[in-house]
């Protein structure tokens, strides 16, 4: 048969951990040359799916093809085309950052004069040329995680999975990591991300897929996700943060919503299917003696999505409780 225009098919995948069902009939497709960003919370289940897709567990039932290859059946063809980074680094602190790329580029079979030549060049594509002869135990976060995905790309794969790359970086470091996916992509490889930050999705991905307890519960590009959950998100900051709990109510009553507080204490926020209604608001505070500070409507952001779709902000998700999830 023909290739498809997927690199990644998963139907209906299942995978359970003793008692603990983590994936409960997984769907997603990924086109060849883009980028799929998995999101959801802690525990989900998304590097459960990442890992089976890179071979490294089996799934209960299901089918998953990587590039046409079954995960099971054909897992050598499978490895051959892909390459992982994992939520941490695996390089080797007691080598340098040289010595570490010379030693996956001889694994994978270069010769010593070639290895070398590659791994030169991905030092200086990196930006680590100036600490290519420093112990990898004295780089920074940033520069550990630019040489960890520096070494999963000694043969670039056709598709790479990124479970969280970016996690615990500084700012700088995390836009010096997408700069990388960015090129990747362009030179045309697949990617999987997997990551807590809803900005990073924003930024990189074509499509997303939301999971929560084991199964999707959004699928889409940003624009599709940010338009099913209403037509825009109306913001309110109050003069007197007191006022909070009578505004609250004003406004579920006016717009017909569930209206969320903000860690602000004068801030609320509500997701807006009648756009209508959003000057009655501002009207029938104004009425209830209500002073209003900010007052906005715009279209929902991806962490306002993400409340919707899973009923909690990403940066209260819960500890994972299973070691795969």
Known sequence: MPPTGYAIEVNDLRKSFGKVEVLKG???????????ALLGPNGAGKTTTVRILATLLQPDSGTAK?????????????????????????????????ENLIMVARLLGYSWSDAKTRATELINAFDLAEASNRLVKNYSGGMRRRLDIAASIIITPDVLFLDEPTSGLDPRSRRQVWDIVRTLLAAGTTVLLTT????????????????????VIA????????????????????????D????????????????????DPAALSAQVSNPERVASTLSNLSQAGISVTD???????????????????????????????
């Open 26 to 36: 997984i769907n997603l497709r990924v086109e060849r040359g883009g980028l799929l």
């Open 244 to 263: 909070r709990p009578a505004a609250e109510q004003i406004m579920a009553q006016t717009l017909g919503v569930a209206v969320h507080l903000e860690s």
């Open 196 to 215: 807590q930050y809803l900005e990073e999705a924003d930024q990189l991905a074509n499509r997303i897929v939301i999971i929560d307890h084991g199964t």
């Open 66 to 98: 990587v590039l046409g290859h079954d995960v099971v059946r054909e897992a050598d063809s499978v490895r051959r085309r892909v390459s992982l980074t994992g939520q941490f680094a695996s390089v080797d602190d007691e080598l340098t950052g040289m």
């Open 295 to 325: 007052f906005s409507l715009g279209q929902p952001s991806l962490d306002e999505v993400f409340l919707a779709l899973t009923g909690q902000p990403a940066e209260d998700q819960p500890a994972a409780t299973e070691e795969y999830a």
């Open 219 to 242: 699928d889409g590009t940003i624009g599709e996700l940010k338009t099913s959950v209403g037509s825009g998100t109306v913001h309110v900051r109050l003069y007197d943060p007191k």
